[in-house]
């Protein structure tokens, strides 16, 4: 089992960046690719983006290609999602997990999950 612990979440102006850390503690996060997703208030838990176990390959969801990048340093058990030109549209709950097995934009390929960090985006 990993257990999983973002930060980095906050208030920020339309435009403007974030960088969410996702740091792990446990077995075998160097092998384990992971994954950020986001709920915002009254909606479903969504895909954002995954990494697989070596950083080799990323995967995005349409709405945030192109302005978020994931990457993971292996040394530090830490996988990090880097936002930019922040919309008001992107605030939510950010949370990140590790994928058991399947696709990766799949939530129910999931199994352990971080309490989340609260991303703001003001227009």
């Known amino acids: 089992q990993v257990l999983l612990q973002e930060s980095g979440g906050g208030l920020v102006q339309a435009g403007g960046s974030l960088r969410l850390s996702c740091a792990a503690s446990g077995r075998n996060f160097d092998t384990s690719a992971m994954g950020w997703f986001r709920q915002a208030l009254g909606k479903g838990r969504e895909f954002v983006a995954a990494i697989n176990w070596n950083g080799e390959r990323t995967y995005y969801a349409d709405s945030v290609e192109g302005r978020f990048t994931i990457s993971r340093d292996n040394a530090k058990d830490t996988v990090y999602l880097q936002m930019d030109s922040l919309k008001p549209e992107d605030t939510a709950v950010y949370y990140c997990?590790?994928?058991?097995?399947?696709?990766?934009?799949?939530?129910?390929?999931?199994?352990?999950w971080g309490p989340g960090t609260q991303v703001t985006v003001s227009a």
């Open positions: 997990a590790r994928l058991k097995g399947g696709s990766y934009y799949n939530i129910l390929s999931y199994d352990s």
